[in-house]
């Protein structure tokens, strides 16, 4: 995973992204020391995210930490 190596699965829900999101981090190089630093928290709030596997945090948010994380998301709406 270290290796900088990154393919991003397709979900189809977001409810599904926030359990990827530590495996994306670490694929990226970004530490939670810097992942805190980044979004201007301490490693503790990032430790407490991890280790709900980030499912109790607000949809805003997680666009925040993957901004920080340098993923792009797209979001796509169908019926």
Known sequence: MK???LTLPHFERLDQIAPSIVKIRIA???SQTELARRLGVSKQV???YEESDYQTVAIARLQEIL???GI????TLSA
């Open 72 to 75: 792009k998301t797209v979001v």
């Open 67 to 69: 901004d920080a994380i």
């Open 3 to 5: 290796s900088g190596e």
């Open 28 to 30: 990226k190089g970004v």
């Open 46 to 48: 990032i430790s407490r």
